[in-house]
């Protein structure tokens, strides 16, 4: 199957300053990847989808002033964490898929800890 | 709003035996389900998936039972091992292009 790698696994951060989540496609292109957020003994809940060369679509409730998503290429999404506060603490995870399998192939999730 | 699955339950099985993991989902219209394995701290792993066309599938001790008249999906996983124990999540596919719900999961201890 395809590879979905994130950076970093994990970070803690300062509550104010930005943090910058990498989803990077290994070994295939992805014109559109997702991010989701999981809380600790929760689901899965979709934030945004990215899309290459445009703007991400978000999900009702999420802010995307607050989390900036850039698509820059086939093979990288970004999240950004602005301004990052205690309760901005989650499980982010990316997903993209290819043009040949069906199935989503998953990043292996960066844990933020915002103190 | 959409959502598949209703609760975070946990399954307690001995090694060994069989294990049924169910789920529901609410959008009649959604044509593909997976299920994905996820062991703490990372991200979901792929387990089988079935289309809205097949009520089952099997695949390496794993299969997916699809009822499409009651929207639920169950995933049975044959002679449990200690390796099995994670999170279950079931997921449906809203978009072409993998945009999934995720339903609340449900947590599997294997006893040995």
């Known amino acids: 199957g395809a590879v979905v790698s994130q950076h970093p696994s994990w970070v803690i951060c300062k509550s104010g300053t930005s943090v910058k989540i990498e989803c990077r496609s290994l070994d295939f292109q992805a014109t559109t990847m997702f991010w989701y957020r999981q809380f600790p003994k929760q689901s899965l809940m979709l934030m945004a989808t990215?899309?290459?060369?445009?703007?991400?679509?978000?999900e009702q409730g999420v802010e995307k002033d607050k989390f900036l998503i850039n698509h820059a290429s086939l093979t990288l999404s970004t999240l950004t964490v602005t301004s990052a506060h205690p309760e901005d603490s989650s499980f982010y995870i990316c997903?993209?898929?290819?043009?040949?399998?069906?199935?989503?192939?998953f990043g292996q999730g960066t844990r933020l800890t915002v103190v | 709003g959409e959502s598949v699955g209703l609760h975070l339950p946990t399954l307690s099985v001995q090694e060994g035996d069989n294990s049924i993991i169910n789920c529901a989902y609410s959008?009649?219209?959604?044509?593909?389900f997976i299920w994905y394995k996820q062991e703490s701290g990372k991200g979901p792993q792929f387990i089988i998936d079935i289309r809205s066309n097949m009520d089952k599938r099997q695949g390496q001790r794993v299969t997916v039972l699809l009822n499409k008249t009651v929207k639920h999906l169950s995933l049975q996983i044959a002679a449990t091992q200690p390796g099995d124990s994670a999170v279950y999540f079931c997921a449906e596919n809203i978009q072409y292009g993998n945009k999934l719900v995720f339903g609340a999961g449900t947590i599997l201890r294997v006893k040995s």
């Open positions: 959008n009649s219209a959604s044509d593909y």
């Open positions: 997903s993209a898929g290819n043009t040949v399998d069906t199935e989503a192939f």
């Open positions: 990215s899309n290459e060369g445009s703007k991400a679509t978000y």
